[in-house]
Structure formats: C-alpha cells, structure tokens
C-alpha cells in the first residue's frame, strides 16, 4: 500500500495516517467477522488466542508499526471488544427479566 501524496501534510503525519488506516482496516473486518459468527463467545475467545499468538509471531520478524500486525491488532481489538460486551451483559439481567 502506498502513502498517497497529501499536499502540505508532512511525510510523518502521512505515515500516521497510513497506519491508522491500516488498524482501522483489521478493526472494521474484525467486527464484520464477529457478525459472521454470530457473537459466539467461544469462537471469540478462541480467535482472540489464535490473533494473539499471530501478533506474537509478528513480532518475532516484524518492527511496531508493521503494516500486517497493526491491522491484526485492529481485528483482535474489534473482537476483544465484542466479547467484552458479550461477557458483561451475560452478567447483568435480560430485559425481560428485570421486568
């Protein structure tokens, strides 16, 4: 992916946006997939490991800011957040119960 040419924006302003573009790109396919699986927290929790363990392995060949691991720490951010509000809402009454 190339950094398109911003008039007057400064390169490392661009690259930020570049890189943002990219966690933002995993974060957006993360909670389309979260939809795919219908919010399944098991599925979730075993994504998040396998996401995790992918970071991990990133990191062994890749510097911070690698366009791979910042869209897979998009995704996983997408799914953690999914899961954070399946988890807590398990805990709190339904609507129909607290009626």
């Known amino acids: 992916m190339s950094v398109p040419d911003f008039a007057g924006?400064?390169?490392a302003a661009q690259k930020e946006l570049l890189?943002?573009?990219?966690r933002a790109g995993?974060?957006?396919?993360?909670?389309?997939?979260?939809?795919q699986?219908?919010?399944d927290p098991e599925t979730l929790r075993q994504?998040?490991?396998e996401?995790?363990?992918r970071i991990d392995n990133l990191a062994e060949r890749m510097p911070p800011g690698a366009g791979p691991r910042?869209?897979?720490e998009g995704f996983l951010r997408a799914v953690t957040t999914a899961l954070g509000y399946i988890e807590e809402a398990a805990g709190q009454p339904t609507e129909q119960e607290a009626s």
């Open 9 to 11: 924006v400064p390169p």
């Open 19 to 22: 890189r943002e573009r990219q």
């Open 26 to 35: 995993g974060y957006d396919e993360g909670w389309k997939w979260v939809w």
């Open 37 to 39: 699986v219908n919010g």
């Open 47 to 49: 994504k998040v490991a």
């Open 51 to 53: 996401i995790t363990a």
């Open 70 to 72: 910042l869209y897979q």
